[in-house]
Nanobody, 112 residues
Framework: VQLVESGGGLVQPGGSLRLPCACS????????MTWYRQAPGKERELVAT????????NYADSVKGRFTISRDNTKYTVYLQMNNLKPEDTAEYYC??????WGQGTQVTVFS
């Protein structure tokens, strides 16, 4: 099983990033996928969740209207589109499959 996040980096406030998480080794289309983040010294928090068919999504209040989660079951990939980024979005971002499998994370830093 592999979950590989990418797309992180340095961005100024108001900027955008798109994080893909490429998955393999399990039946991707059968799993709810979730993005989490963890900032230094803070608890890991749920950012966004998408159902197995993509028809159901949920977001943390702090990212509603700015972030969009999506998935492509033909590519075994889940995405997190992040717009209007803020310094408080700075964190390591992780994808998770069914509360069972985790990626290694990708760092997002929003600086002014």
């Amino acid at each position: 099983v592999q979950l590989v996040e990418s797309g992180g980096g340095l961005v100024q406030p108001g900027g955008s990033l798109r994080l893909p998480c490429a998955c393999s080794g399990f039946t991707f289309s059968g799993y709810t996928m979730t993005w989490y983040r963890q900032a230094p010294g803070k608890e890991r928090e749920l950012v966004a969740t998408i159902g197995s068919t993509g028809g159901r999504t949920n977001y943390a209040d702090s990212v509603k209207g700015r972030f969009t989660i999506s998935r492509d079951n033909t590519k075994y990939t889940v995405y997190l589109q992040m717009n209007n980024l803020k310094p408080e979005d700075t964190a390591e971002y992780y994808c998770n499959a069914g509360n069972r499998y985790w990626g290694q994370g990708t760092q997002v830093t929003v600086f002014s």
